[in-house]
């Protein structure tokens, strides 16, 4: 099952999609120039093999919930996204709010 909800950020709109599969749920929240997901993420393979793509990620991992993935601290991010300040350590939310002012 998929579902997809707007996610109010200060008041402009994020978008989460949460992806229900057999043993796992993959949950992510996006924006028009970037997004943050739960530890199914190889941020890794994002900044090594698609650098040239510049691609604006991060992960948090022991998420449960689209809630969760707001409210925990991350725990990795691209180079382009740390470029931005978005950086280890600072909640979904935070991340998010850079990624909606930078849009």
Do not use: F, W
């Amino acid at each position: 099952m998929i579902r997809m909800e707007p996610v109010d950020i200060n008041g402009r709109t994020a978008m989460a999609i949460e992806v229900k599969l057999p043993k796992t749920t993959l949950i992510a929240i996006t924006t028009k120039i970037g997004y943050i997901m739960c530890g199914a993420l190889d941020v890794g393979l994002l900044n090594e093999r698609l650098k040239d793509r510049q691609i604006i990620a991060a992960r948090a991992t022991g998420v449960r919930t689209i809630e969760d993935l707001l409210t925990m601290p991350l725990e990795s991010v691209t180079e382009t996204a740390a470029s931005m300040g978005i950086v280890a350590g600072i909640t979904g939310r935070e991340a998010i709010e850079k990624m909606l002012q930078h849009e």
